[in-house]
Nanobody, 123 residues
Framework: VQLQASGGGLVQAGGSLRLSCAAS????????MGWFRQAPGKERDFVAG????????LYSDSVKGRFTISRDNAKNTVYLQMNSLKPEDTAAYYC?????????????????WGQGTLVTVSS
């Protein structure tokens, strides 16, 4: 499975961005998917996860209520709508395909990773 993330960029605090992650190769429609982020000098942290049918979602406390994860299995694409962005949201955002069909917040639950897309939020 290859993952191509896009949609990152520079935005002012309070603004919005929508990230997309398209999967190709052996499709991931039966697998959970997730978004993680990594700021410079920090660990890669969980942001959001979604089950393969999209019925179950998970969010980190830091983004709950501001970010929304969704997926379109017909397009093999997962999205991350980010609203009310804050400077502390600045990071490289990575999408990933889980080993199973469920949503998960654990890095070890994910097998395939995209290359990352950079989000910069200015104050």
């Amino acid at each position: 499975v290859q993952l191509q993330a896009s949609g990152g960029g520079l935005v002012q605090a309070g603004g919005s961005l929508r990230l997309s992650c398209a999967a190709s190769g052996r499709t991931s429609s039966n697998n959970g998917m997730g978004w993680f982020r990594q700021a410079p000098g920090k660990e890669r942290d969980f942001v959001a996860g979604i089950s393969w049918r999209g019925g179950n979602t998970l969010y980190s406390d830091s983004v709950k209520g501001r970010f929304t994860i969704s997926r379109d299995n017909a397009k093999n694409t997962v999205y991350l709508q980010m609203n009310s962005l804050k400077p502390e949201d600045t990071a490289a955002y990575y999408c990933a395909v889980a080993l199973s069909s469920v949503a998960s917040a654990s890095r070890s639950s994910y097998r395939y990773w995209g290359q990352g897309t950079l989000v910069t939020v200015s104050s």
